[in-house]
């Protein structure tokens, strides 16, 4: 199981704003330098994550990106599922294409453990824990 580029990138920037004071507005341009992600490519997470709720949006000259709820509301299953990453992907982890229960390749067994401890976290880790982690503010 590997997260997309897309899925990855928009952990990356909801990191970046918990990890600087997540009830501070933050700009597009700042964040796409700061992280090296090509501004219109960060827009366009920006807009899946505002449409589902894990930031806000405001424009104006006091806009920018915030954190829309608490951070023990938000999991980072709920980042990916505003980014259309599925956690129940049955893609090969050596490339095969589908491996699932009637295809399996020679490590589907001894993966599908930690895959689904994988798809465990993403499911049960908030970005309140991201702070208990060590990650500052």
Sequence with gaps: ??????SQ???????????NGSKNKYNAKDISKKLSIPYKYLT????LLVEGNIIL???????GYNIAKELSEIKIGDILEAVKESLHQEECVLGNHLCNKME??????????TKNSMQEMFKNTTLDDFIAKGVQR
């Design 1 to 6: 199981m590997k997260l997309n580029n897309t």
């Design 9 to 19: 990138y928009a952990i990356r920037i909801v990191a970046y704003i918990v990890q």
């Design 44 to 47: 366009k997470i920006m807009s």
């Design 57 to 63: 949006s405001s424009r104006g000259r006091e806009g």
């Design 104 to 113: 399996k390749c020679i490590l589907h067994d001894k993966w599908l453990f």
